[in-house]
């Protein structure tokens, strides 16, 4: 097990025109993952069927659920509900970290 402490914003560098991920935990009871947005770059609407908690570590995003529009900046937090359509947008170059939470009883022990 590695417990050493880590800076979340450390974990990954911004990529030029693109986005990278890396994962930290990634199990059938779900995953966390840090992502890099350079400006611009997105993710198109889709769903996902797990909730998600996003955490803006640094910089702008916007994160549209459902078709709203939600504009977060470093330190804001918001849930993406399980099969709920949504996107990501960087207005700024940004980094997130993504907690995705399975929802299937068998999975929660």
Known sequence: MNTKIKNLRELVEYPVN???SKDIIDNDNGSITIFAFDK???LSEHTAPFDAFVNILEGEAEISIDGN?????EGDAIIMPANIPHSVKAI?????LL?????????LK
């Open 18 to 20: 693109g986005i990278i």
């Open 40 to 42: 611009g770059q997105k």
């Open 69 to 73: 529009k939600n504009i977060l900046i």
């Open 92 to 96: 700024e170059k940004f980094k997130m």
């Open 99 to 107: 907690t995705m939470i399975s929802n299937h009883p068998n999975n």
